[in-house]
T-cell receptor, first 116, second 106 residues
Framework: NAGVTQTPKFQVLKTGQSMTLQCAQD?????MYWYRQDPGMGLRLIYY???????DKGEVPNGYNVSRLNKREFSLRLESAAPSQTSVYFC???????????????FGPGTRLTVT | KDQVFQPSTVASSEGAVVEIFCNHS??????FFWYLHFPGCAPRLLVK?????QQGRYNMTYERFSSSLLILQVREADAAVYYC???????????WGLGTSLAVNP
């Protein structure tokens, strides 16, 4: 199993350009997440999808859109990139296991995005 | 507001036991998770649970509103960022701390 895969690994955009970050998981997980990581800020949740067909805003959703294409794939789109969106983006997935379940999240290797 | 707190940096010497403390105000938190993150790599789970547990050199303590990660016989290669996270009730989201950067002196 590849686990969680992300493409691309690196990307440089100019301000105002758009792009889509792709994420796929092969663990048959129900839930998927997009985070951004900035120095001193930890992992901040952008959007998540609790199950196929649903998406919800996280802590920092402004400037982003998401699509849960199917159970495997969850994409993140920047419609008009801004320098403030320079960051490392991580996709993760988890399998809900009930009220007392441990919602362990499995992460992809990240996409390093620079917006100039 | 659900929050998780952990120190921004911890320093240790090689061979020592290092403790990284985490406390939270996450409502109805049943589980703690400790993740390891090396720059450029995917964060990965070290240990988790709702009671004290151990995985290799990693021990997790558990109290109602706090947890500690203990790393036994710490090595220079353990220098990384360690994240604590809590899971509120049956919500699928994790509430993350800001991460603790571990420095290991030879």
């Amino acid at each position: 199993n590849a686990g969680v895969t992300q493409t691309p690994k690196f990307q440089v955009l100019k301000t105002g350009q758009s792009m889509t970050l792709q994420c796929a998981q092969d663990m048959n997980h129900n839930s998927m997440y997009w985070y951004r990581q900035d120095p001193g800020m930890g992992l901040r949740l952008i959007y998540y999808s609790a199950s196929e067909g649903t998406t919800d805003k996280g802590e920092v959703p402004n400037g982003y859109n998401v699509s849960r294409l199917n159970k495997r794939e969850f994409s993140l789109r920047l419609e008009s990139a801004a320098p403030s969106q320079t960051s490392v983006y991580f996709c993760a997935s988890s399998e809900a296991a009930g009220v007392f379940g441990a919602y362990e999240q499995y992460f992809g290797p990240g996409t390093r995005l620079t917006v100039t | 507001k659900d929050q998780v707190f952990q120190p921004s940096t911890v320093a240790s010497s090689e061979g020592a036991v290092v403790e990284i403390f985490c406390n939270h105000s996450v409502s109805n938190a049943y589980n703690f998770f400790w993740y390891l993150h090396f720059p450029g790599c995917a964060p990965r789970l070290l240990v988790k649970g709702s009671k004290p547990s151990q995985q290799g050199r990693y021990n997790m303590t558990y109290e109602r509103f706090s947890s500690s990660l203990l790393i036994l016989q710490v090595r220079e290669a353990d220098a990384a960022v360690y994240y604590c996270a809590g899971c509120p009730g049956n919500n699928r989201k994790l509430i993350w701390g800001l991460g603790t950067s571990l420095a290991v002196n030879p």
